[in-house]
């Protein structure tokens, strides 16, 4: 926000200079972005009149004016093309330096063009560093002093100030608002202006109807008949818009952005003869159309609330008005309104349509509810005097329900002195909380404390320490050690951290990835199709607006960046949320833990051969991870499906009987669509589902000789090696200390539906040595077992 240092002090003159005052606003947390002049450097200017004007005899363009504002009329050649007799302008006399951009002047010298001689220079906004309109030379209220200096006429012996405000701070969007703070930082009155009612004059009024009375508690309207738009503006007024970064349009948007500017409430007028029937703030109907002030024709959303006639939406409520309503030359009538919304009705949606207007940015953070009728009010006083007409009573319709209700606070004593490293009287902190506005009273622990209606940041008492901290001064704030009673946090010993997993991960050369939770729509429908997303409300940007359901599709666009950019062996892994709808209020938020891998097994080297990677390097990864977590081997691996993954070469991950996350390739059709030209594998697990274990146990070792038998069973090429590892476990008995799947063999000698399986039988009795027959009996059961289970043959 921009504003003029003169425009503050007339509020509060603190005996500071403007670099004293920009360093306390910044240590108060307003920062002050910088500041400048509101004028180029030049002198010798002054207000000069144009008593007559003709035409240059040579030049098309040029004419010649006879001008008054030195010690005598001057000659003065010009091209501007609002140039004219009887008009008030910055003349720049014979010997004048005016401002350029390297900062080193030009002097005004006598001229001839074209053969007539020109003593000094007419000057418009651009010359004098005062603006950007260079159209023509700059025309001055008519009473403007002929022949007084322009620097001390507009008074531009002043400093823009430009704040840069956080988003909790829009009390601070405003004249007032900065002057409230600075008054309470050198403890001074604020010398508020004076709003007094309007008597009406007439009682005309125009019926308001409020429909959506949540998402607008408060509006304000007032009719005012016979204006007359032609009047400009005041010099001053202009001015103080101009020196904030806004340009003078007519007396009636001026007045409403003046008022906007001084006091944070935002307003709007409509030509009251334009409207039809009555006002309604209502939701807009999907799809109903609205062609706002700037020209741009918008199709609404169902969410979105407007100010409506009978016949059509004509504004944007807290955004933008409608053209069809505009004030215009030929507007007799206006509908002055003013209106609270509330922040959280309004916040994004001015952005979704691709709009940001000095209204949205402070009703989104939060307007004074109380200050609707008294801004209401102050622009009829300016209006009656600027544009003369008549005012009618003023109509308010309040929802008390809905609007906010003043935060109620508790401040303990000793919170201060923990928390800020200090002791402060209770009678300067109850100042202090006085004079911002906050109503105070004593309790046996502390103060409560009630906060003022333009306070919507005051929630916790963290926000009342950090009002005193700031008030108080941030560099007077002692520097003490922090004292605090601290233990040590119980470890669970049968729990996994995920910073283990990270660093498995990191040692098997992966790179780890942190990516957004907002992702594109789009890359969700191509990786999830089946699951449901959360869209968001108010999103950074349209490919950012759906809360991620799975970590893939962050992963995938990372790969995809990557093997655009001519990495071709590429490992990331991510930890992070995923969001899934669960029908409650806020989604369901799971821990999740997933990987990639594609290219080369091995980084290049003379040594490797240039093999990829498969499936199964990325499940003995995975694997590693698992062995982490539950050495046991509790997890196994079946066949499953999975959206975004290979239907025939994906495995569901099982922890006794549950899914805890799947694993595989890439699906082709997805592949294809993300233009990536070889294989990916991905895997995909819940944290909080494998990192459960059991307290590790020592199990001595047995001293006695181990038995191992291989089989070779042959079985259909249907029947997953894991169902049968699972049987012959099953069968084995307690002597079975290892089995292991070293051979799978399809091809020649084997029926084409069947396949062959070498299994090692490893066994151990932990207090004597197993005989011939204990062991034969341990392989018949298992030989059963599987003939029985699977129809399995014995290979010769």
Same mark, same amino acid.
């Given at each position: 926000?921009? *504003?003029?240092e ?10 500071i ?16 972005d ?15 009149e144009i ?11 040029l ?7 030195g $010690?005598?009329?001057v ?10 007799a ?7 006399t ?8 390297? @900062?080193?002047?030009?002097?005004i ?17 651009v ?7 260079s159209?023509g ?7 403007a002093?002929t ?12 400093t823009?100030?430009?704040? !840069?405000l ?19 930082? %050198?403890k001074?009155a604020?010398?508020?202006?004076e ?7 007439i009682?005309?009024?125009?019926p308001?109807?409020v ?5 607008c ?8 008949r ?11 007024? +202009?001015?103080k818009l ?8 007519d007396?009636?948007? $001026?007045?409403? %952005?003046?008022?906007l500017l001084?006091?944070?409430q935002?307003?709007h007028?409509?030509?009251? #003869?334009l409207? #039809? @029937?009555?006002? #309604? ?16 024709? &918008? ?12 016949? +059509?939406?004509v504004?944007?409520?807290g ?5 069809a309503?505009?004030?215009s030359?030929?507007t ?24 940001h207007? !000095? ?6 953070r939060?307007v004074?509810y109380?200050?609707q009728?008294?801004?209401c ?7 009656l ?12 319709l309040?929802?008390e329900?809905d /609007?906010p ?13 923990r ?5 402060m ?5 109850? $100042?202090?909380?006085?004079? &911002? ?6 309790t046996?622990?502390g ?8 306070r ?5 008492e963290?926000? *009342?320490?950090e ?9 007077r ?7 605090a ?7 669970p010993?049968? =729990?996994t951290? &995920? ?8 040692a ?7 990516t ?7 890359m969700?429908?191509?990786v999830?199709p %089946? ?14 607006s759906v809360?991620r ?5 962050g992963?995938l666009?990372?790969?995809?960046? #990557? ?12 930890a992070?949320l ?9 989604p ?5 833990l997933?990987?990639?891998?594609t ?16 499936f199964?390097?990325?499940?003995? !990864? ?7 977590? $539950?050495?046991?081997?509790s ?5 499953g499906?999975?959206d @975004? ?5 994906t495995?569901?991950?099982?922890r ?6 799947y694993?595989?390739a890439?699906?082709?059709q997805? +592949? ?16 909080a589902?494998?990192s459960?274990?059991e307290?590790?146990?020592?199990t ?7 038995v191992?038998r291989?089989?070779a ?5 249907e ?7 699972k ?6 008995g307690?002597?079975?200390? %290892?089995?292991? /799947? ?5 091809g020649?000698?084997?029926d084409t539906?069947?396949k062959?399986?070498a299994?090692? /039988?490893?066994? +151990?009795h932990?207090s ?10 341990c392989?018949?059961?298992v ?5 029985? =289970? ?7």
């Amino acid at each position: 926000m921009k *504003l003029s240092e003169q425009w503050l002090r007339e509020w509060v003159n603190p005996n500071i200079n403007t670099d004293e005052l920009v360093e306390q606003l910044t240590m108060a947390g307003l920062e002050v972005d910088g500041t400048e002049p509101v004028a180029g450097e030049f002198t010798g200017v002054v207000v000069g009149e144009i008593l007559s004007i003709e035409q240059h005899p040579d030049a098309d363009k040029l004419r010649v004016c006879q001008v008054a504002g030195g $010690d005598e009329v001057v000659q003065v050649v010009c091209g501007a093309p609002n140039a004219r007799a009887g008009i008030k302008i910055p003349f720049a006399t014979v010997g004048a330096k005016l401002p350029t951009e390297d @900062g080193k002047g030009f002097k005004i010298k006598k001229a001839k063009l074209r053969g007539v001689e020109s003593h000094g220079m007419l000057c418009s906004q651009v010359e004098l560093a005062m603006g950007e309109d260079s159209d023509g030379i700059w025309e001055l209220a008519a009473d403007a002093p002929t022949g007084q200096d322009i620097r001390e006429y507009l008074q531009l012996n002043d400093t823009i100030i430009e704040v !840069d405000l956080t988003p909790n701070r829009a009390d601070c969007l405003s004249v007032a608002g900065i002057a409230r703070d600075t008054g309470v930082l %050198n403890k001074l009155a604020v010398t508020e202006v004076e709003v007094a009612a309007v008597a009406a004059s007439i009682e005309d009024t125009f019926p308001v109807a409020v429909s959506a009375k949540a998402d607008c508690p408060r509006y304000v309207g007032r009719v005012i008949r016979n204006v007359d738009v032609s009047k400009p503006s005041p010099l001053w007024m +202009q001015e103080k818009l101009r020196r904030a970064g806004l340009r003078s349009i007519d007396a009636v948007v $001026d007045v409403t %952005n003046y008022v906007l500017l001084e006091l944070g409430q935002p307003l709007h007028a409509f030509d009251l #003869n334009l409207l #039809n @029937g009555g006002i #309604n703030v209502r939701l807009a109907e999907q799809g109903e159309k609205i062609t706002l002030l700037d020209g741009q024709e &918008l199709a609404l959303r169902d969410d979105t609330l407007v100010i409506a006639d009978q016949q +059509q939406a004509v504004a944007l409520a807290g955004i933008m008005g409608g053209a069809a309503t505009a004030v215009s030359s030929n507007t007799k009538d206006i509908f002055l309104e003013s209106a609270f919304f509330a922040p959280v009705k309004i916040a994004g949606r001015a952005r979704s349509y691709g709009l940001h207007t !000095d209204s949205s940015h402070r009703f989104e953070r939060g307007v004074d509810y109380q200050l609707q009728a008294k801004a209401c009010e102050r622009a009829t006083q300016l209006l009656l005097d600027i544009v003369g007409g008549e005012a009618g009573p003023i109509v308010e319709l309040s929802s008390e329900a809905d /609007l906010p209700k003043a935060a109620e606070l508790n401040l303990r004593a000793n919170r201060i002195e923990r928390v800020l490293g200090l002791t402060m009287e209770r009678a300067e902190v109850k $100042d202090i909380l006085t004079r &911002l506005g906050m109503a105070v009273t004593d309790t046996e622990q502390g103060w409560k404390v009630v906060a003022p209606s333009w306070r919507f940041d005051m929630a916790i008492e963290a926000d *009342l320490l950090e009002e005193l901290a700031r008030i108080y001064g941030y560099n007077r704030l002692p520097v003490t050690k922090i004292h605090a009673e601290l233990s040590l946090r119980a470890k669970p010993e049968a =729990q996994t951290e &995920l910073q283990l997993m990270r660093r498995q991960l990191v040692a098997n050369g992966y790179q780890e990835a942190i990516t957004y939770s907002f992702i594109d729509p789009k890359m969700h429908e191509l990786v999830c199709p %089946n699951d449901a997303a959360v869209a968001l409300s108010n999103p950074i940007s349209a490919d950012m607006s759906v809360m991620r359901t799975s970590l893939w599709p962050g992963l995938l666009a990372a790969m995809q960046h #990557n093997l655009n950019r001519q990495q071709s062996r590429v490992r990331l892994f991510e930890a992070g949320l995923s969001f899934i709808p669960d029908g409650s209020e806020l989604p369901k938020q799971e821990q999740m833990l997933a990987g990639a891998i594609t290219g080369r097994r091995h980084p290049e080297s003379w040594l490797e051969n240039g093999e990829t990677v498969d499936f199964y390097d990325l499940k003995g !990864d995975l694997e590693g991870i698992l062995s982490l977590c $539950d050495p046991s081997g509790s997890f196994e691996f079946v066949r499953g499906e999975c959206d @975004g993954l290979h239907p025939g070469q994906t495995a569901e991950i099982r922890r006794n009987g549950e899914n805890v996350g799947y694993i595989g390739a890439i699906h082709p059709q997805l +592949q294809k669509k993300l233009g990536i030209s070889q294989a990916v594998y991905l895997f995909q697990v819940n944290v909080a589902a494998i990192s459960r274990g059991e307290v590790p146990a020592f199990t001595e070792l047995s001293k006695y000789p181990e038995v191992r038998r291989d089989l070779a069973v042959i079985i259909d090429r249907e029947i997953e090696a894991g169902a049968v590892q699972k049987a012959v476990k099953a069968a084995a008995g307690s002597d079975l200390t %290892n089995l292991r /799947l070293f051979d799978i063999y399809e091809g020649k000698g084997i029926d084409t539906k069947r396949k062959s399986l070498a299994l090692g /039988l490893t066994f +151990q009795h932990s207090s004597r040595t197993l005989n011939e027959d204990e062991v034969n009996v341990c392989v018949d059961q298992v030989i059963k077992a599987l003939e029985t =289970q699977f129809a399995a043959t014995l290979r010769n």
